[in-house]
């Protein structure tokens, strides 16, 4: 009887080879990671400027219709529905009421602080004043400087 000879599987990888592979896509994920995942967030404080803009552009907008920014107590509501200014856009300025691109109203004071007319602010993705990096608040003031 005669036996066939056994072949050998040439074509697989090593377990080196797949240790080293893998050990480079750890690396890989390792870099690029916090870069995919550190967009989302860019992109919403861009978005929240750009929000910021146009609200301060229909404040601004209000005001050459009717003389005067709504009132703090009146708040960014009054771009939206008349608190019954005279010249006052049929419509409104705004269709809803804004909130920043975490959920969050953005805080309106007039008249605003060191002499503003007003002061638009968002509170960044943590929703409370100050903090640092992407919960650093975005104010009016820095944007009519970029």
Do not use: H
């Not at 036996?3 to 592979?21: M, S």
């Not at 006052?88 to 300025?93: K, L, M, N, P, V």
Request: glycine share 12%; hydrophobic share 40%; with cysteine.
């Amino acid at each position: 009887m005669r036996l066939g000879k056994i072949r050998r599987n040439t074509g697989g990888f090593t377990l080196i080879e797949i240790t080293i592979v893998v050990v480079i896509i750890g690396i890989l994920a390792t870099l690029l990671i916090p870069r995919i995942l550190d967009r989302p967030e860019r992109a919403r404080r861009t978005a929240a400027k750009a929000d910021m803009r146009t609200i301060m552009g229909q404040l601004m907008q209000l005001k050459a219709d009717t003389g005067r920014y709504p009132t703090t107590a009146e708040g960014m509501a009054a771009l939206v529905k008349d608190p019954g200014l005279k010249g006052y856009q049929s419509g409104g300025y705004l269709t809803s009421v804004p909130v920043d691109p975490w959920e969050n109203p953005y805080a309106y004071l007039c008249p605003g602080r060191e002499g503003r007319d007003f002061d638009l602010i968002s509170y960044g993705r943590d929703g409370q004043a100050g903090g640092e990096g992407y919960d650093a608040d975005i104010v009016s003031w820095d944007l009519k400087a970029e």
